[in-house]
Nanobody
């Protein structure tokens, strides 16, 4: 079965840290670009971090730059989003997505083959 499964969400106090995981099955995440998105209630989905298929190039939304880090472990077929210095406004459902055909870090949404189901992150004020 081909799927992405996120985990690691939860409740954390402002200033705290969480690490989200995105486990892939049925395909090689090591050859795919990985992007983390989030969506807060009443707001549109935001792209927050992109890791190129080669695992070298990254791109971050300005509001998470310097606080969040995206990475992947080819051996485990997983990707991660390390989130530090969390703020109340980071509260959202976080999704990972993978593109096996997208090149670089500017990947149109329609090129994502696989999406996870999302994991809730709640940061106290």
């Amino acid at each position: 079965q081909v799927q992405l499964v996120e985990s690691g969400g939860g409740f954390v106090q402002s200033g705290g840290s969480l690490r989200l995981s995105c486990a892939a099955s049925g395909f090689n995440l090591g050859n795919a670009a990985v992007t983390w998105f989030r969506q807060a209630p009443g707001k549109e989905r935001e792209e927050i971090a992109v890791l190129s298929s080669g695992g070298v190039d990254t791109s971050y939304a300005y509001f998470v730059m310097g606080r969040f880090t995206v990475a992947k472990d080819k051996a485990k077929n997983e990707a991660y989003l390390q989130m530090n210095s969390l703020k109340f406004e980071d509260t959202a459902v976080y999704y990972c997505a993978a593109s096996t055909t997208g090149a670089g870090i500017h990947i149109p949404t329609f090129m994502y083959n696989y999406w996870g189901q999302g994991t809730q992150v709640t940061v106290s004020p």
